[in-house]
């Protein structure tokens, strides 16, 4: 069975960084596509980054493009989402998510297993 957890959330000053980690525990972590998606109060689950198990394919919603880098370590079954001048728009519990074997996917409906978030919030 595949458990996620999240950490490194917190609360931090618009233009501060902050860098979310989440932990794998199962088998064949480097088999993975990973994912981070967030949820502010009121909306739906969005997309933020994805990571192939290679690492090859990096895909990032347009809102973060340039300030947001997801990576992975394998050896270590984590993948990292650093966030870079942040915004108070950035503020949501940010997800990780596994989606198994398969392509990358910006959907959320596409990953089986989901951690249980993290609180970030981003004052102005």
């Known amino acids: 069975q595949v458990q996620l957890v999240e950490s490194g959330g917190g609360l931090v000053q618009a233009g501060g960084s902050l860098r979310l980690s989440c932990a794998f525990s199962?088998?064949?972590?480097?088999?993975?596509?990973m994912g981070w998606f967030r949820q502010a109060p009121g909306k739906e689950r969005a997309f933020v980054a994805a990571?192939?198990?290679?690492?090859?394919?990096?895909p990032y919603a347009d809102p973060v493009k340039g300030r947001f880098t997801i990576s992975r370590d394998n050896a270590k079954n984590t993948v990292d989402l650093q966030m870079n001048s942040l915004k108070p728009e950035d503020s949501a519990v940010y997800y990780c998510?596994?989606?198994?074997?398969?392509?990358?996917?910006?959907?959320?409906?596409?990953?089986?297993?989901w951690g249980q978030g993290t609180q970030v919030t981003v004052s102005s």
């Open positions: 990571i192939s198990w290679s690492g090859s394919s990096t």
């Open positions: 199962g088998r064949a972590f480097s088999s993975y596509t």
């Open positions: 998510a596994a989606r198994g074997t398969g392509a990358v996917t910006t959907n959320p409906g596409g990953y089986k297993f």
